[in-house]
């Protein structure tokens, strides 16, 4: 079956742009999460939905940051006002369920590039 | 919350022999220890984990080894071959989370022909 899915794959913005980013996990998984990953550094938690809800968002680095799943399905992670120092690339993985133990399946990212 | 330090940051080996990395944790709580590999401009694909009722996990040429008491596990590639070239992130559970991950930085693997 698909795996866990991002688009886009690249984004360009401009300092001071809204981005969206979006996330397809893998059918039937109840867990998704947003991890962000600098260039030389391992993937770092931003937020978890379990099901619709955000179960916890304390990765979030600040209010610019949001991110919802109203389907308990896609995911659209959303970054208001951009900066430079948002350059990575955002990762999304989904699993099975919630919890230690369950895989987390990860998907390409999307890699941003704010200018 | 949890800490998770991995070393060493690369590591060059020659076709045949073995690869040891290192993880420290400092959430004595923590008991799900998965070890994912990304290759360059990939996506991290888990490899092999270990739960913490268990030392030792083998899986044809990679094994984890876990120390409870010490709190740090290691990833073992006997046999390296080129295709084994990629970083390799260790990672344990946020404490208190419910799955969430706290990845170490990451061991840049090349494997020389």
């Known amino acids: 079956g698909a795996g866990v899915s991002q688009t886009p794959s690249n984004k360009v913005t401009e300092k001071g742009k809204y981005v969206e980013l979006r996330c397809d996990p893998i059918?039937?998984?109840?867990?998704l999460y947003w991890y962000r990953q600098s260039l030389g550094q391992g993937p770092e938690f931003l937020i978890y939905f379990q099901g619709t809800g955000a179960a916890d968002d304390s990765g979030l680095p600040n209010d610019r940051f949001f991110a919802v799943r109203p389907e308990g399905s896609v995911s659209t992670l959303k970054i208001q006002r951009t900066e430079r120092g948002d350059s990575a690339v955002y990762l999304c993985?989904?699993?099975?369920?919630?919890?230690?133990?369950?895989?987390?399946?990860f998907g390409p990212g999307t890699r941003l590039t704010v200018l | 919350g949890e800490n998770v330090e991995q070393h060493p940051s690369t590591l060059s080996v020659q076709e045949g022999d073995s690869a040891v990395i290192k993880c420290t944790y400092s959430?004595?709580?923590?008991?799900?220890f998965p070890w994912y590999k990304q290759e360059l401009g990939k996506r991290p694909q888990l490899i092999i984990d270990?739960?913490?009722?268990?030392g030792e996990k083998k899986d044809q040429r990679i094994a984890v080894t876990l120390n409870k008491t010490a709190k740090h596990f290691s990833l073992h590639i006997t046999e390296t071959q080129p295709e084994d070239s990629a970083v390799y992130f260790c990672a344990a559970p946020s404490a208190g989370s419910q799955g969430n991950l706290i990845f170490g930085k990451g061991t840049k693997l090349s494997v020389k022909p």
């Open positions: 959430d004595s709580a923590s008991n799900y």
């Open positions: 059918s039937g998984h109840t867990a």
């Open positions: 993985a989904s699993s099975a369920q919630v919890g230690d133990y369950n895989e987390q399946f």
């Open positions: 270990i739960r913490s009722n268990v």
